[in-house]
C-alpha cells in the first residue's frame, strides 16, 4: 500500500483524535490496602480503598468514561467491580474474578476504564473476589448531563447512605472457613449505617453516623446495601420516604414509611425535614424468612438531628425516637417497594420493553446440599453433607484453570474452560414450592456453564425460587444489562396464566432484584451488549455455594455491534 500524503493527514489526525479522547478522560486514583479500624469495642485491620470504610464516592456525568487507576497494596488479590454500570461492548473492566479477569496481584495496577451509558441516579463499585466487598466498596453518583435536571424538584442536599455489614473476626477467615467446613458462614456482629454500627452497640456511641438537617428541607438519600447476607428494612422514625429511583433508573415517585432494600440493589428516596425540632432514629435490620437458619437480628442506627443556624436541637426524650420495622420474617412486609415501583416513561425518560420475545428462559434458583469429599468431614446439613446452590439444579463452579478466565477464553477460542450447555429450563420439573421436597432433588451437578446468545436476542427470562433445602429470597444480579421487571408472585410461576398480569407499560428497570421467598420474578432485557456477563445471587454465600451462570452475548454484524479489545495492561493470572 502507497501512503500518500493525505493517508498521512488521515492517520495524524486519528491519532490525535484519540490522544485527547485518552487525555480527556478522567482519572480516579483507587490504593487498595489494609487499614486498622475499631469497631464494637475490638481492633482489626481491614482491606479498604485508600484507607477508608466506606470507600470513596465516585461523582460522574452521565454517559462519561473515566479511569479508575486501581493500586493493589494489599496482601490479598483483588478486582474491582462497577455494580449497575453495562460497560458497553467493554467486558473487561467488569470485574468479577475468573469470569471476565484474573486478579490484581499484589503490587500490580489495573487502570479500569468505566463506560457510563444509560445509568443515571445511584449506583455502586465494590470488590469481586473472595469475600473482599464486605469492606472494599463505595458510591458511585451520576448526575444528568449539562442542560438536564432532575425528574424532582432539586434537594437542598444529597447524601450517600451505605448499608454494611460488620465481623469482629477477619472476613478472610469467615470466607475460609465457609469453604472448608462447608458448612453456613459465621453470622455478622453488627450491620452498619455509613461504616458504623450505631450507639445501640458497645463502644459505638461516639461515631454513630449523624445527618443534620434543617425544617423545611428536603434530602436526596443515596441508598446502597453493602451488605453481605441479608436483605434490609430501613426507616427513619416519623419521617415518610419518597422513592424516586432505582438502580440508575428513575421511577414514578411514591411514599412509603420504609423500604426494602436487597443487597446489591440502590435506591434514591426523598427525605423531608418536616417534623418537630428533635432528634430520630434511622435505623435497619435484616429481613430473614428461611426457617431455622441463624442470621444477624441486630439493628443498626444513625441519627437525624434538626439543627436551627448552628444549634444542634437536643433529644426530647431520653434517647432518639426509634421507627417501626416490620418483624425479621415479615415477607408480605418485605415486597413493599417491588409492588409499588414503576418507571419513570415520560418523554425525557421512555422505556423499551421487549414485546416479541425471541428467547424464553426459566432458571430455578436453589439452595442444595452436595455430599462431602471422601475422608474429609463437612459441617453442611443433615449429615455429611456440604452446602451447595444451583441455577437450573447447575451449581457454578468457577474455571478450574486458574491460568485463564472466560472471557480471555472465549475471546481467544480457548477450549476446554467452559462448556456451552446450561439449561433453558430445569432438567427436572417439579412442585418447586411443596413442603417436604424429596431428597434426592436436592443434589446438583457441579460445572462451568454458559449460555450463549444471540445479539439482538429479545429475552425473557423467569426466575423462580424453591423449597429446597431453605426457601429464601434471591437478590439476583445481572452484570452487562439492565432489566425491566415485568412481573413477579409468590408460588410456582404459571406460563399460562401469569403473563396476562405483566406490566409492559412501565415497569422498573433494574439491575438487581430480588426474588421473593418460594416465588418468581419475570424480567426482559435485549441482548445489546457483546460479552461475557455473570450472573449471580448477591447474598454472598449463596454466590459463594454457587447460585451464578455466565451469559455469553454474541457479536452482532456491524462493527458498533462487536467487542472492543482488551486493555493491554489487562492483569495476568498466575
Not at 479522547?21 to 480503598?49: E, G, M, W
Not at 444477624?296 to 426530647?316: E, F, V
Not at 484453570?401 to 472465549?410: D, V
Not at 475471546?411 to 434426592?440: C, H, K, Q, R, W
Request: charged share 15%; glycine share 6%.
Amino acid at each position: 500500500m502507497r501512503i500518500t500524503p493525505s493517508v498521512l493527514q488521515f492517520l495524524g489526525i486519528l491519532f490525535l483524535n484519540v490522544l485527547i479522547t485518552t487525555q480527556a478522560l478522567r482519572h480516579y486514583k483507587f490504593v487498595v490496602r489494609d487499614a486498622p479500624f475499631t469497631k464494637l469495642c475490638s481492633a482489626k485491620n481491614i482491606l479498604t480503598v485508600n484507607g477508608e470504610f466506606p470507600g470513596p464516592t465516585l461523582y460522574v456525568t452521565k454517559g462519561e468514561s473515566i479511569i479508575v487507576d486501581v493500586y493493589n497494596r494489599a496482601n490479598y488479590n483483588i478486582t474491582i467491580h462497577w455494580h449497575g454500570v453495562n460497560q458497553p461492548r467493554y467486558p473487561w473492566s467488569d470485574g468479577p474474578e475468573f469470569i471476565t479477569q484474573c486478579a490484581i496481584q499484589p503490587g500490580g495496577l489495573f487502570s479500569q476504564k468505566v463506560i457510563f451509558s444509560e445509568e443515571e441516579g445511584t449506583l455502586w463499585w465494590h470488590a469481586h473476589s473472595d469475600w473482599s466487598r464486605a469492606t472494599v466498596h463505595g458510591a458511585i453518583v451520576i448526575k444528568p448531563k449539562p442542560g438536564h435536571t432532575y425528574p424532582f424538584p432539586k434537594p437542598d442536599r444529597e447524601v450517600p447512605m451505605i448499608l454494611g455489614e460488620w465481623w469482629k473476626q477477619d472476613v478472610v477467615k469467615v470466607f475460609d472457613d465457609l469453604v472448608s467446613t462447608g458448612a453456613d458462614a459465621a453470622i455478622s456482629d453488627s450491620y452498619t449505617i455509613n461504616g458504623q454500627p450505631g450507639d445501640l452497640h458497645p463502644c459505638s456511641a461516639n461515631e454513630t453516623f449523624k445527618l443534620n438537617v434543617e425544617h423545611g428541607k428536603t434530602y436526596l438519600l443515596r441508598m446502597i446495601n453493602a451488605a453481605m447476607q441479608d436483605l434490609l428494612f430501613f426507616a427513619i422514625a416519623k419521617h415518610q420516604l419518597t422513592v424516586v429511583g432505582s438502580d440508575g433508573s428513575y421511577v414514578k415517585p411514591f411514599k412509603v414509611d420504609y423500604i426494602t432494600i436487597s443487597p446489591g440493589q440502590t435506591m434514591d428516596v426523598l427525605l423531608e425535614a418536616n417534623q418537630p425540632l428533635d432528634q430520630y432514629y434511622m435505623a435497619a435490620k435484616a429481613y430473614s424468612s428461611a426457617f431455622n437458619v441463624r442470621f444477624d437480628n441486630t439493628t443498626t442506627t444513625a441519627i437525624l438531628q434538626y439543627k436551627k443556624g448552628n444549634y444542634i436541637i437536643p433529644s426530647s426524650i431520653s434517647t432518639p425516637h426509634m421507627p417501626s420495622l416490620p418483624s425479621f420474617n415479615d415477607t408480605n412486609s418485605s415486597v413493599n417497594i417491588i409492588t409499588q415501583m414503576r418507571s419513570l416513561a415520560d418523554e425525557a425518560h421512555p422505556v423499551d420493553v421487549p414485546l416479541n420475545i425471541t428467547t424464553n428462559l426459566f432458571y430455578t434458583v436453589s439452595v442444595n446440599s452436595l455430599p462431602c469429599p471422601n475422608g474429609t468431614i463437612c459441617k453442611g446439613p443433615r449429615g455429611n453433607n456440604r452446602f451447595a446452590a444451583s441455577m437450573n439444579n447447575v451449581s457454578f463452579q468457577l474455571p478450574q484453570n486458574n491460568n485463564i478466565n472466560i472471557l480471555q477464553a472465549y475471546y481467544n477460542n480457548i477450549s476446554g474452560v467452559f462448556s456451552e450447555n446450561f439449561p433453558d429450563v430445569p432438567p427436572l420439573l417439579f412442585d418447586f414450592t411443596a413442603s417436604n421436597l424429596s431428597t434426592f432433588l436436592r443434589t446438583p451437578s457441579v460445572d462451568t456453564e454458559v449460555k450463549v446468545l444471540e445479539y439482538g436476542s429479545t429475552v425473557e427470562l423467569v426466575l423462580q425460587g424453591t423449597n429446597l433445602l431453605a426457601g429464601t429470597e434471591h437478590p439476583m444480579h445481572l452484570h452487562g444489562h439492565s432489566f425491566y421487571v415485568v412481573g413477579w408472585g409468590f408460588g410456582n410461576y404459571n406460563k399460562d396464566k401469569d403473563p396476562f398480569n405483566y406490566n409492559l407499560v412501565d415497569p422498573p428497570y433494574q439491575n438487581t432484584v430480588a426474588v421473593p421467598k418460594n416465588g418468581w420474578v419475570a424480567i426482559r432485557f435485549q441482548t445489546k451488549n457483546p460479552g461475557v456477563w455473570f450472573m449471580h445471587c448477591h447474598l454472598e454465600r449463596h454466590v459463594s455455594w454457587g447460585m451464578a451462570m455466565t451469559f455469553i452475548v454474541k457479536n452482532g454484524n456491524n462493527p458498533g455491534q462487536q467487542m472492543l479489545p482488551p486493555p493491554p495492561d489487562m492483569p495476568r493470572c498466575n
